[in-house]
């Protein structure tokens, strides 16, 4: 019985310290891998949701070298697929509900998106 109390009161202590740790920003959604944690105003543009056959939001500004995600929350799947702006083409696969594309954007300039699957889905990134 003493060891069954033991082990449980280290499973509490090590769940109470996974919860620590800084905040650092005002989004709920977690940033994506490679960014630096740090959060200005374009943070903020860091996450892009799939939802209702829509990019939301459609157009954002990050700072150049930020990644970008963008995250499925249809029931359907969904792409990124680069139209136009400077720099290599990028393009995802097709992702189910739940997956998530990630693009690090190293050039200045607009970049212009679609879904290939839903043409009428577009959106931009801004880099500066």
Known sequence: MDRLLACLGTALVLAVAGCGGSDSGGSDKQPASGDSGSKGSSDAGTQVDMKDIQFAPMDITVKKGQTVTWTNSDSVPHNVT???????????????????????????????????????????????
């Open 82 to 128: 680069k139209e136009n702006g400077p720099g290599a083409d990028f393009k995802s696969s097709n992702l189910d509900g739940g997956a998530t594309y990630k693009h690090t954007f190293d050039s200045a300039g607009k970049f212009d998106y679609v879904c290939t699957i839903h043409p009428n889905q577009t959106g931009s990134v801004t880099v500066r």
